[in-house]
């Protein structure tokens, strides 16, 4: 079942940090989708619930060095 999610993250407002971001999210499986906002780093994940939840995603956000608001 595919959930959408929305979270802010304080680094992703740079060209670099959104990368590595988008790099990170969209290699995990279960992650069909992720685009980030530049302006206020607002990351918007469409993810498919029966490979991924939400906990596992900020976990793996927050082992990579960023900060979710």
């Given at each position: 079942?595919?959930?959408?999610?929305?979270?802010?993250?304080?680094?992703?407002k740079?060209?670099?940090?959104?990368?590595?971001?988008?790099?990170?999210?969209?290699?995990?499986?279960?992650?069909?989708?992720?685009?980030?906002d530049?302006k206020?780093?607002?990351?918007?994940?469409?993810?498919?619930?029966?490979?991924?939840?939400?906990?596992?995603i900020?976990?793996?956000?927050?082992?990579?060095?960023?900060?979710?608001?």
């Amino acid at each position: 079942m595919m959930r959408k999610m929305t979270i802010y993250v304080a680094e992703a407002k740079s060209q670099r940090p959104i990368h590595e971001l988008e790099d990170l999210l969209l290699n995990e499986p279960g992650v069909e989708r992720a685009l980030v906002d530049v302006k206020d780093g607002e990351v918007k994940l469409e993810l498919d619930e029966t490979k991924i939840k939400e906990s596992q995603i900020i976990r793996l956000i927050k082992e990579a060095g960023f900060h979710v608001e």
